[in-house]
């Protein structure tokens, strides 16, 4: 960037000056350049290919890499002229696994200012280290929230219902849902490893690909499960982290909520532009199952 006289923090988000600068300079179409950055949306939101995102759905304290799509980029014919080359695709959460290569994604902290803005040219890792890494690392399929995730920013259509949600949204309930369901809703999330979290996509996205029917059917597997073990008196005991998640307020996204938060499992039918506000009211002093207490205290699947 510095021959173009660019910051490197102008680049990760785009600019708007920034992509026309680029374009004028290296006489690229402003078009192709679009389609291929991040660009800034709302007070802390992000855009992608008309995809509106909070910037926890990028994956940027850590660089992510496949040890074998970068030993094919040292191959001249590969049209990287050699060099290491990043994917746009890897900085996103839910991708974990090169669907080339069938490798799960290595992630690990960023060590350098290069690193950080996903430069894998910058690697310390050697060629022998990544050929020991691409032959020893396990492979794996893509899990169906992955397949989902690209397949939607490429511009394919999915499950209307998903559709319809913020693609972080989408991801963030999936993943909740699938943990809560595999781990139960005691179990640290900030603890699991990234192969937990790739079986926690592909679990939940079983339910929330059904719609609202499916994501009920899950939350009743849930609250079944926790009943059975203890008694329960408030949402966040039955559903743990997929309750508090769903209750987290993000903002500066850029466009009107239509639900409570960045978990887009339960609606509320405050105005978006207010909090949720709803209080859970058990009966009895013990919670309801989720289909009759969530509709009685405002909060419904949509």
Partial sequence: MAFLDLAR?????????TVERIAALSGMPRAGLLRAAILPAGKAGHEHRGQLFDIRFLDRRR?????????????????SHGQRVGRLHWMF????????????????????EEERFQLPGALAESDDALERLAAETPR?????LQAYVTARIDGQAGPQ?????????V???????????????TAKTSQLTEEQWDE???????FTSQGPDGVR????EIFSAVKRQQPVSTPRSAYGPLYSGALSDPDGIGRPRTSCGAISLTACRSPPEKPCSAKWQPSGGAIASPRSAMKRVFHEVR
Wanted: with cysteine; aromatic share 4%.
């Fill in 200 to 206: 926690a996509a592909k679990v939940g996205f079983s």
């Fill in 93 to 112: 959460a839910p991708v974990r696994t090169c669907p080339r290569h069938g490798i799960p994604l290595i992630r690990r902290k960023a060590a350098t």
């Fill in 171 to 185: 991801a963030g309930a999936t993943q909740l849902l699938g943990a809560a369901l595999i781990h139960g809703t």
């Fill in 9 to 17: 923090q102008s680049v990760m988000p785009a600019a708007p000056e």
């Fill in 63 to 79: 660089i992510t890499f496949c040890p074998a799509c970068l030993l094919g980029d040292r191959q001249m014919a590969a049209g």
């Fill in 140 to 144: 794996h399929g893509v899990s169906p």
């Fill in 161 to 169: 219902w998903l559709d319809n949600q913020r693609i972080d949204q």
């Fill in 217 to 220: 059917d899950g939350l009743e």
